[in-house]
């Protein structure tokens, strides 16, 4: 075994205790939530006994320990409950919903950094320069903007003023039928079974949530591409390297850069993550059926499947991240070893 | 193909190419306005169950029934002045049944099944099913059960099919509420080979199967369910219920943002957008279609605790009921839409409910009242809200609030999450300020008075008790409207209602649709949406 497939793995077995506290939390914090959701359940005309009923039928009515052992050996055969507020099993609402995020918070990601990291780069080269006062001002509208107004602004001038964007319904109009799920992602999953209709109509629809995203986000990524790349462009080694007479963007890109990458990844992974539970006004503006807006009003009717589900999906998708983004720590800087980690 | 591809040249263009799907049926989904076979509407809540009997459906989800199944009897259409078309509680029409009898005592009730009625799987409807979808409703439990016990239906033996055709239904008291309670959608009939053939032991009425399968007569099956984004439904062309419906095919899409929901229906790229808010229905109503309807034996008010010491004075009570900002907080949390239920008449006129209180702002007889009563230099008493209705329910709350403080009630507004309302509003009772808002399905005062008024009921919040109401009401609630006790009855409960003031009521709430491209949208009781009557235009 190679040692860094080995190094993965103890990450992997290190992760186990991360996934067992989740579970205890998100079960103990559900509990502790205000409300009976039997008698939410029930509906406003339900009377004791029916209330009873759905109790039992929820396994409400057992002392707590015991719910946490009947949660606990479904769970490790797999099965995450039954959501009462969609109706559904869980695992069922996650894999339909969770690539519906993850489509979304990626392309906006990837439309970010497309626009930040240049943004940055360009205004550490020159600081107090027009171009440095343009990524001030896209930083400071992008975080002071809140989600739900730009969605909303978007939606009235490219949608209803303009003509030019389609119904905002979701990820797909419904002249449309939905591609074959492979991997849950409408663009890839089109793009496999080469209907290019449907992946034109889904890219459509993708757009405008993805840019109110990629505003949001942009801030926090070009800020510290800015800050690091200073630092980076202000080392010793660049002047080292100037001095030797090396040329300007050899310079700037394959010295200052890669050395500058390291904070910008990891402020990645962390806008990443809080973005795909933090979209939930994105979701709701343009009737994403994504898995924020799932968690809260889970959240709402103390749904407690739905949300220990979520919580638990959340906590695997972080443990993985992470992973991803130690190795490509090693990868960016290879004296950070990663078996030391 | 290119980005000028428009939809209607896309359908032409697309036959086969997307082949890729396994639905054939849903291959090609025209869908623009001038299309008047496929009506799209849009809504803000999720359906999470097509099966209205499972435990945990909402009610959201009570349109399934009313779309996909029939019952033995439905209810007429009126025209209501001003909002479009509307149910009609006085006049009961066949559905499934073809004709029916009432014994001489009231106590049996004989139904003839239409003979050429069948299920989507074409199989005939028999009174067997019947029996066995009116054995499910009464033995599931929950909300449906409570339902068929407002009309006297509490056990399976009540029912019985005689043969194919004939179903009889044995009460053990006569009531009026009985045939209606059979038009609510909860006696839906279900197609019990299918479902028996489901049935497991741990789940002896297949409420697993028929919550993702319905299985039923009615005028649209559903063609596909995507939970939390869409359900798509398909005429049943063979459908006996009723007037066939013009629409194929209706989709009805959630879209949480009511921004979003306005944007789509004063663009016309949907038909119908449902229960819409008020503020929305005020400002649209000169660009498209906008039916309000006031919602029948439904009122929006305040209520006072009859176990908080100040609110047992009459004077104090009189006192806030003159105090509230009536057409201020009309104005302001329903933006006009619904109807005042405030300065009516001092006597009683009519049998007439929601109506008027005797009540009006006046602070200064407000003031004169407090001055009067045992607490003239004032108290003070938390004002409870609920979060999950919150839109009317805080402008209001905070009205009122300035005018009781003018009065030297002050007030702290609590606001109560959805989740804990119910237990701690109606199950408790243990709120002494706070905003109601029942509404009965069955459309007589003395429903609402059963639910409302009498001890210990659920949606009497008040801890209100007086025997004479008790006694009127069980009089009254099963005698049938033409007996010459009922008027009578009913307006002295109305003149206790107004004396007692355990409930002040505010206004009558409305329920709001947009139409754009779509006509003889009818509201009902249930307040959910009908797409049977809809057409495109």
């Given at each position: 075994m190679s040692p860094r497939l080995r190094a993965i793995l103890m990450r992997l077995v290190q992760a186990i205790p991360v996934v067992i506290g989740v579970v205890v939390i998100s079960f103990l914090l559900t509990r502790a939530l205000p409300g009976d959701p039997a008698v939410y359940f029930a509906g406003a005309a339900a009377d004791e006994a029916s209330i009873a009923q759905i109790r039992e039928s929820m396994g409400l009515d057992k002392p707590l320990p015991q719910q946490f052992l009947n949660y606990v050996i479904d769970l490790v055969q797999g099965d995450f409950g039954q959501s009462i507020s969609s109706g559904q099993p869980v695992i069922d609402d996650l894999t339909n919903r969770l690539p519906a995020s993850l489509e979304l918070t990626l392309t906006a990601l990837i439309l970010s950094c497309a626009i930040a990291i240049p943004l940055g780069v360009m205004a550490a080269k020159k600081p107090g320069s027009l171009s440095d006062q343009l990524c001030r001002i896209l930083v400071t509208a992008g975080v002071s903007l809140p989600t739900f107004f730009t969605g909303i602004a978007l939606v009235y001038i490219f949608y209803y003023l303009l003509e030019i964007a389609p119904s905002p319904l979701g990820r797909l109009d419904f002249a449309f039928i939905e591609p074959d799920s492979v991997t849950g992602f409408y663009l890839i999953d089109a793009a496999l079974a080469g209907d290019w209709e449907t992946w034109f109509a889904a890219f459509k629809q993708l757009i405008l949530p993805a840019v109110t995203l990629a505003l949001f986000t942009l801030a926090p990524i070009a800020r510290m591409t800015r800050a690091s790349m200073l630092s980076a462009l202000s080392s010793d080694f660049i002047r080292t390297a100037r001095a030797a007479g090396l040329n300007e963007s050899r310079v700037t890109y394959g010295y200052a850069f890669r050395n500058a990458l390291l904070p910008v990844v990891t402020t990645l992974g962390m806008v990443f993550s809080f973005s795909l539970g933090a979209n939930v006004l994105v979701e709701k503006v343009f009737a994403w059926p994504g898995i924020g807006s799932y968690a809260v009003e889970a959240l709402v009717v103390s749904d407690y499947a739905a949300v220990q589900g979520f919580v638990l999906s959340m906590a695997l998708l972080f443990v993985t991240l992470n992973l991803v983004i130690d190795l490509t720590y090693s990868l960016i800087d290879p004296r950070i070893g990663f078996d030391s980690k | 193909m290119t980005l000028s591809t428009s939809r209607r040249n896309f359908l032409k263009m697309s036959g086969g190419v997307l082949g890729a799907s396994s639905l054939p049926l849903l291959k090609i989904m025209p869908v623009q306005a001038?299309?008047?076979?496929v009506i799209v509407a849009v809504t803000g809540q999720t359906i999470n169950s097509l099966d209205l009997h499972r435990k945990g459906t909402n009610r959201a989800s009570y349109q399934v029934a009313v779309n996909c199944y029939d019952r033995l009897v439905s209810f007429g259409t009126k025209e209501v002045p001003g909002a479009g078309l509307s149910y009609d509680y006085s006049k009961i029409e066949p559905e499934l049944a073809e004709s029916w009898t009432i014994s001489e005592d009231g106590l049996k009730l004989t139904f003839k099944l239409k003979p050429n009625a069948k299920f989507w799987d074409g199989t005939k409807v028999t009174a067997h099913d019947v029996k066995w979808s009116f054995d499910r409703a009464v033995s599931v439990g929950g909300f449906p059960s409570v339902q068929m016990k407002a009309g006297g239906l509490v056990k399976?033996?009540?029912?019985?099919?005689?043969?194919?055709?004939t179903f009889v239904i044995t009460l053990a008291q006569a009531s009026k509420l009985t045939l209606p309670d059979l038009a609510v959608p909860v006696p839906f009939v279900i197609n019990s080979k299918v479902a028996k053939a489901h049935a497991t032991e741990n789940d002896p009425w297949a409420t697993e199967f028929l919550h993702k399968t319905p299985a039923g007569s009615g005028?649209?099956?559903?063609?596909k369910w995507m939970p939390g984004e869409q359900l798509v439904y398909e005429r049943n062309d063979d459908w006996v219920g009723g007037p066939l419906p013009a629409a194929k095919r209706v989709i009805v899409r959630e879209v949480p943002s009511p921004a979003t929901r306005r944007a789509l229906i004063e663009k016309g790229n949907v038909q119908l957008s449902f229960n819409i808010p008020n503020k929305d229905a005020k400002e649209l109503a000169d660009k498209v279609d906008v039916y309000s309807t006031p919602i029948e034996n439904c009122m929006h008010c305040v209520g006072l605790n009859y176990t908080f010491e100040p609110f047992q004075d009459p004077n104090v009570r009189k006192a806030v009921a003159y105090a509230i900002p009536y057409e201020e907080i009309f104005q302001t949390a329903a933006y006009g839409r619904g109807a005042p239920l405030w300065g009516g008449p001092e006597k009683i006129d009519s049998i007439q409910w929601p109506r008027k209180s005797p009540y009006f702002t006046d602070l200064d007889k407000a003031k004169e009242l407090m001055a009067q009563s045992g607490f003239a230099s004032g108290f003070s008493v938390p004002f409870s809200i609920s979060l999950g209705l919150s839109d009317w329910m805080e402008p209001t709350a905070l009205l009122i609030q300035e005018n009781l403080a003018k009065i030297g009630i002050t007030t702290e507004i609590e606001k109560i999450p959805g989740a804990n309302w119910r237990t701690a509003a109606l199950v408790e009772k243990k709120l002494p300020l706070h905003l109601e808002n029942f509404g009965g399905w069955l459309n007589t005062p003395d429903y609402y008075f059963f639910w409302a008024y009498k001890k210990g009921h659920l949606f009497n919040s008040s801890n209100y008790m007086n025997p004479e109401i008790e006694t009127l009401v069980d009089e009254t609630l099963h005698m049938p409207m033409d007996d010459p006790k009922y008027a009578p009855n009913i307006m002295r409960m109305f003149e206790i209602a107004f004396e007692d003031l355990p409930r002040i009521p505010l206004w009558q709430p409305a329920l709001n649709v947009a139409a754009n491209g779509a006509k003889d949208y009818e509201f009902w009781f249930h307040r959910q949406l009908d797409v049977r009557p809809l057409k495109g235009t």
């Open positions: - | 001038a299309n008047k076979d399976p033996e009540q029912f019985e099919a005689i043969d194919d055709e005028a649209f099956k559903v063609a």
